[in-house]
């Protein structure tokens, strides 16, 4: 049986439309620890570290939110001891909103080291192959010991094609749900519902449906960009985003290449998270704003004078060459990481503000246009 909820956004948080455009949606969330506007897209720290990448660094691209894994940051250092320093906000220097997704993705991706069951999940850590188990209420506790300022119900991802398992992990998913809203005790932090189903449109609508009669104070798009076609994802979105609340941010969990986020957010979605930027920059690639990368390990770029992209303001392409960078690469320095993460973080997160800008000017489908015409994004 459905539990009975309260219905309301938690006190210390609000979101607000302040415009649209078409299904394009520009909004502004508010957190304990500030307010980020969206569309937005978070860098990913996953062990309390966006990879490269200095705080003061995230600072300077602006950077409004950032995630953190509860998987990772559970095996190590513990949640005890980020609680015991302060929280993570205290922990990593980090004054801005933080999100901690579940654990979920992290534990279902170990394949025959972890066991399912309706009541959670055992598995052993990829560290030393202890044993540890993973419950909604478990995770929830984690999470507040953690004590970012969005947390993330506990969910089961699939692979996206078995329609039948689908529909087994689908409920699973909406009954951990409802455990992990009860085991909720600190309202400091909101607490968003995922969406499961693979890419079946009738199993997504359900989920939709169930986990929006939760009430939750955001909803997350779980189980895309694992394996499915871009067209998949997009039909997937064509259901369920206009099945969401209004008033609600929307997160595409684990999205995040320039095509993709503006395919998302022409149909409404909010929030990005991704960690291709920073993976890309530490294995000699560049992001470009219209889609695709470079590989900058490649000789033709040793005696290229021109930054990565001649429009981008990032710390790195105002200050460097293509053939800097390559040989930073070759020479198997840090700082190319460094640098490339940089540009790759910057592209998205600039790129985001952009179509916020687009939005609440009534002109993003101009925006969009070029993505349109280049057939990266279909319509």
Known sequence: ??????????????????????????????????????????????????????????????????????????????????????????????????????GGFQVFSLGDSRTIDDDGVTFKSHLDGSSHRFTPEKTIAIQENLGADIIMAFDECPPPYDKEYNQIAMHRTH??????????????????????????????????????????????????????????????????????????PRYLMGVGTPEDMIAAVLRGVDIFDCVLPTRLGRNN????????????????????KTPIDDNCSCYTCVNFTRAYLRHLILAKEMLSATLLSIHNLHTLIQLARDMRGAILDGNFETFAKPFLENQIIGN
């Open 285 to 304: 690639a560049a992001l470009l704003r219209q889609g695709g990368r470079l590989n900058l390990k490649n000789a033709p770029f040793a005696r290229e």
């Open 175 to 248: 009954t951990w749900a409802e455990r992990c809203l009860r085991a909720k005790t600190r309202d400091d932090q909101a607490l968003f519902g995922i969406l499961q189903g693979g890419v079946d449109p009738d199993l997504r609508a359900r989920s939709a449906e169930y986990i929006t009669s939760l009430d939750f104070p955001g909803n997350a798009i779980g189980g895309l960009s694992v394996g499915e076609t871009k067209e998949e994802m997009h039909e997937v979105l064509d259901v369920v985003l206009p099945l969401l609340p209004e008033d609600r």
């Open 1 to 102: 049986m459905m539990m009975k909820l309260k219905k309301h956004m938690p006190k210390h948080f609000t979101f607000k439309l302040d415009g649209t455009d078409g299904r394009a949606r520009a909004g502004t969330f508010s957190t304990p620890h500030g307010e980020f506007h969206t569309p937005v897209f978070a860098p990913v720290g996953t062990q309390a570290s966006v990879k490269a990448i200095t705080p003061a660094q995230l600072e300077e691209m602006d950077a409004s939110l950032i995630l953190a894994n509860t998987y990772h940051l559970y095996l190590r250092p513990g949640d005890e001891l980020v609680a015991e320093m302060g929280g993570l906000h205290e922990f990593m220097s980090w004054k801005n909103p933080i999100l901690t997704d579940s």
